[in-house]
Nanobody, 125 residues
Framework: VQLQASGGGLVQAGGSLKLSCAAS????????VGWFRQAPGKEREFVAA????????LYADSVKGRFTISRDNTENAVDLQMNSLKPEDTAVYSC???????????????????WGRGTQVTVSS
């Protein structure tokens, strides 16, 4: 199982970016996929997740209404569309895969067995 995050970059506040997590070694819906972020000097925090074998999604309160997570089955990927970006969204964003069936647990990084290398998102004010 391998994951690769891409799509990060520099954007002004209020702008948008789309991150993509390309998966290999497993079928797209077999695992739940989550996005996490870590800003300098801060702990890693949950951003969003999509459950395995369904389109149920979960979001951190800080991104609800601005970010959308979705599966791209044709590309075996999970995308994170980020709109109305704020300077506090600046972080390294990583995607991870989990085979847990407990939807509510997807906010915990410890539930994820596979992690991809992160991509930097910088939002200027």
């Amino acid at each position: 199982v391998q994951l690769q995050a891409s799509g990060g970059g520099l954007v002004q506040a209020g702008g948008s970016l789309k991150l993509s997590c390309a998966a290999s070694g497993f079928a797209n819906k077999r695992y739940a996929v989550g996005w996490f972020r870590q800003a300098p000097g801060k702990e890693r925090e949950f951003v969003a997740a999509v459950h395995r074998n369904s389109d149920n999604t979960l979001y951190a309160d800080s991104v609800k209404g601005r970010f959308t997570i979705s599966r791209d089955n044709t590309e075996n990927a999970v995308d994170l569309q980020m709109n109305s970006l704020k300077p506090e969204d600046t972080a390294v964003y990583s995607c991870a895969a989990s085979n847990t069936i407990i939807f509510s647990s997807l906010q915990r990084g410890s539930m994820y067995a596979f992690w991809g290398r992160g991509t930097q998102v910088t939002v200027s004010s």
